[in-house]
């Protein structure tokens, strides 16, 4: 269940939890017309640490303009405005989610006198597939489902729309008793999981589908391909056939939410050796050291609460 903080930050300022609210008939209720971000910021020997935040709020500005949503803010104060959020609320480490929707206002699918909204919220969220999976690893199928088809729904794009086809795979999968499931995309390559990329590992080389694959291209996914390249494990882009999910060493998903999760079983075949295989190990345990400032921050992606200020009052 949600753990409610104080605050949500709304079109520039905090305001109480329960005060972020919208109307039945707002735009993005009836037509998913919304755009958001899923970040993590850890607790750091320097205090909490919002994990590539400037990524985010790239993809996050991307996928607006994708949908032509004007988000009248810069890159840096939403930057700005999720330090303020996780300062805020006393947080330490969280998961950040930034909203921008469309509004009330005009009804009918065209949007032109309905305000674009960004609301920021920051909540405790532990682990995405459950407590054992980072270790134990996960039990998933492939799902009956397609991957949103190209020039459909924008897979690139992050936004609410999206997730009624993620919420058709998970669904589907938890019925069945498995913990997740992957899309494949239009081709009936392997696309991605319903809140997860994916990767699969053979003769010790690492391979992730292509972003021509209806994937998400998500900030972990990029990490693991800089994480591996750092560690001189071989990584490829490219397209994935089903049948190499059954005849893989080792398959795992990467998310922000989910970090970076083993896959033990798929169809209920064992993946490999049916648990968390030794280049998964490798590249999850980098990945939480990289996290947890372990690393000393090479790559940059780290934005520490405590060193960045808060903005300056607005005087009119
Ligand atoms: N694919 C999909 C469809 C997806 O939703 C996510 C994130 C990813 C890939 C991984 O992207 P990234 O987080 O940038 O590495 N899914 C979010 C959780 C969705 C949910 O609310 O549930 C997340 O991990 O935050």
Redesign the pocket.
Known sequence: MLQPTEKIWYNGKLIPWNDAKIHVLSHVVSYGSSV?????CYLTDRGPAIF?GI??VR?LLDSAKIYRMEIPFTADQLLSAMVETVRGNGLESC?I?PIVLRGYGDVGVLPRNNPVETYIAAYPWGR?LGEEAINDGVDVCVSSWN?IAPNTLP?LA?AGA??MN?QLI?MEAAINGYAEGIALDEAGYVS??????IFVIRDGKVFTPPLGAS?????????IVKVAQQLQIPIVETIIPRELLYIADEVFF?????EVTPIRSIDRIPVGAGHRGPITERIQSRYFEVVHGKTGDDFGWLTFISSVRDPEPVTA
């Not at 991605?192 to 990329?197: D, H």
């Not at 994937?215 to 990490?223: A, E, K, M, N, Y």
């Not at 990467?254 to 989910?258: L, S």
């Open positions: 958001f971000e899923g970040i993590r590539r990524d985010h993809r998961y989610r995405y991957r897979a992050k999206n997730y993620s998970r991605e999981g319903s809140g997860e990329n994937v998400l291209p998500g900030i972990t996914r990029d990490s990467t998310g922000t939410a989910a």
